[in-house]
C-alpha cells in the first residue's frame, strides 16, 4: 500500500510526458489493484502551489491546475488521510533531532501509522525517518 507524495502526483499530471518511471508505477499499482492514499499535507501542498501561481497572476494556468486537484481529490476521495492527534505525536519524535522537512515529516508520520510505503523522488527528506520509501523515478 502506497502514500503518494506531492512530486509523484503532480508529474503523473504530465500523462504521456511524465517520467517513464511514474507512468509506469501508477500503471503496475492498477494493475495489481494496489491501494494508493494521499495525505491531506499533499492536497496543501498541491493547494498552494496553486495559489503561488495565482498570486503571480496567471489566473489562466491557475484554474486549469484548480480543475486537476478536484480530479485528484475526486479519485482518491475515500484515500485520503488525515493528519490527526496521533500523527502530531509521531511527527513531532521525528523532528527531533532534525528540524528539517517538517511537511514530509508530516506524511512520513500518516504513513508509519498506516503501514504505508511513501511514494517520491525526495528520498533524502524521508530516510531519517525509517519509513519505507519508493523512488518511481530511479
Not at 26 to 32: G, N, T, V
Not at 68 to 88: G, H, K, M, N, T
Not at 92 to 106: A, S, T
Amino acid at each position: 500500500m502506497y502514500l503518494i507524495d506531492t512530486d509523484v502526483i503532480s508529474e503523473a499530471r504530465k500523462k504521456e510526458n511524465a517520467n517513464s518511471g511514474v507512468r509506469q508505477f501508477f500503471a503496475e499499482a492498477d494493475r495489481q489493484n494496489v491501494p494508493m492514499y494521499l495525505s491531506v499535507i499533499t492536497i496543501g501542498e498541491m493547494r498552494q502551489g496553486i495559489e503561488i501561481i495565482r498570486h503571480r497572476g496567471d489566473e489562466s494556468q491557475a484554474r486549469v491546475l484548480e480543475r486537476w486537484l478536484e480530479r485528484v481529490i475526486d479519485r482518491f476521495d475515500d484515500a485520503i488521510l488525515p493528519f490527526d492527534q496521533e500523527s502530531a505525536e509521531i511527527w513531532g519524535r521525528l523532528r527531533v533531532p532534525n528540524r528539517e522537512n517538517p511537511l514530509d515529516k508530516q506524511i512520513a508520520a500518516t504513513a508509519l501509522i498506516n503501514d504505508l510505503t511513501v511514494v517520491t523522488r525526495n528520498i533524502a527528506h524521508y530516510a531519517p525517518t525509517g519509513v519505507r520509501l519508493l523512488n518511481p523515478f530511479s
